[in-house]
């Protein structure tokens, strides 16, 4: 039986250059499935149950985000797009940055990015 997901967090990359991202997705997705309450790391169409404290780490750095709400005058010719949504019900919210040009205005961002990144790679080799 599928578990039943509630998103927490959706992070994805666009590279400015379509033709040369590997067939891959970029996309990788922290969930808890609302019976269990149990964590779920997805990539890939893979999925992987993580700790709870995993997720509680993300979640401490969101809840104490604090960022600019007006970003910096961010573009280029090269580089990638991230994009990170958080979802609690019908709430959400979403930031969209070009290749991490904020810096310290948006570093919890950047900071969440690699917490993700660490869990895709600890529960998927690539």
């Known amino acids: 039986m599928k578990p039943k997901l509630d998103t927490i967090i959706e992070f994805d990359v666009e590279n400015a250059f379509p033709e040369f991202l590997e067939s891959r997705t970029k996309k ?9 309450k149990s964590y779920y790391v997805i990539s ?28 910096k005058f961010g573009m280029g010719v090269d580089g990638v797009t991230y994009t990170m949504r958080v979802v609690n019900g019908f709430n959400s919210v ?21 917490l993700l990144y660490k869990l895709k790679f600890k529960n998927f080799k690539k």
């Open 94 to 114: 979403t930031f969209k940055w070009w290749s991490d040009t904020q810096g310290k205005q948006w570093n919890e961002l950047i900071k969440l990015r690699k």
């Open 44 to 71: 890939n169409n893979n999925c992987c149950e993580i700790e709870k404290k995993e997720v509680e780490e993300l979640l401490n750095i969101l809840n104490t985000l604090n960022i600019a709400m007006l970003p």
């Open 28 to 36: 990788i997705t922290v969930s808890i499935e609302r019976e269990t």
